[in-house]
C-alpha cells in the first residue's frame, strides 16, 4: 500500500489529538484522548481517532505502547526511555532514567545482531496501589 502524502499532513485534528497526548502524562487509550478531543473537535468520530493515532505513530510523532492487553496506550514522548506498568491499575509511568547502552553492546557481543534499540518495562505496584494495599 502507497502511503498518500497528503495523509500525512499536519490538519488541524491531528494537532490536536497531538497536544492533548503530549498535554498528559497517563499514556492513554484511544478511547480517552476521544473523550479529550471531543471537547475541542466536538465533531471528530473515534475512526478518526484511531486513524490519525496511526499516521502520527508512522510519522514517528508518537509511540504506541502494548503490554499485552487487549488497548494500546499512546505516547507523546518519542526519546526512547523507559515505563513503569503498574499491575494494579494498569497505570503506566515514565522512568526517567539514562538509557542503559551498555546491554546494547552485550546483547551485540553475545548474538552478533546489531542493536537498534531496545524496549525495557518495569512491573510493579504504583503509589496509589501500594499505599491502597498497606492500609488494608
Avoid at 24 to 29: G, N
Avoid at 32 to 60: A, C, D, F, H, M
Avoid at 88 to 106: T, W
Wanted: net charge neutral; charged share 30%.
Amino acid at each position: 500500500m502507497t502511503s498518500n502524502p497528503r495523509s500525512h499532513r499536519m490538519t488541524k485534528q491531528r494537532r490536536v489529538i497531538l497536544d492533548v497526548l503530549r498535554d498528559t502524562d497517563s499514556h492513554p487509550t484511544a478511547d480517552w484522548l476521544y473523550e479529550q478531543v471531543r471537547r475541542i473537535v466536538p465533531r471528530i468520530s473515534l475512526g478518526t481517532v484511531y486513524r490519525n493515532l496511526r499516521v502520527l505513530k508512522e510519522k514517528g510523532d508518537i509511540q504506541e505502547l502494548n503490554y499485552g492487553s487487549t488497548y494500546s496506550r499512546f505516547d507523546g514522548k518519542t526519546e526512547n526511555h523507559y515505563h513503569f506498568v503498574c499491575l494494579e491499575c494498569a497505570r503506566i509511568g515514565d522512568v526517567l532514567l539514562p538509557l542503559s547502552e551498555d546491554i546494547d553492546k552485550k546483547v551485540t557481543d553475545s548474538l552478533g545482531w546489531q542493536v537498534d534499540f531496545h524496549r525495557l518495562e518495569f512491573y510493579g505496584s504504583c503509589p496509589d496501589c501500594t499505599a491502597k494495599e498497606k492500609a488494608q
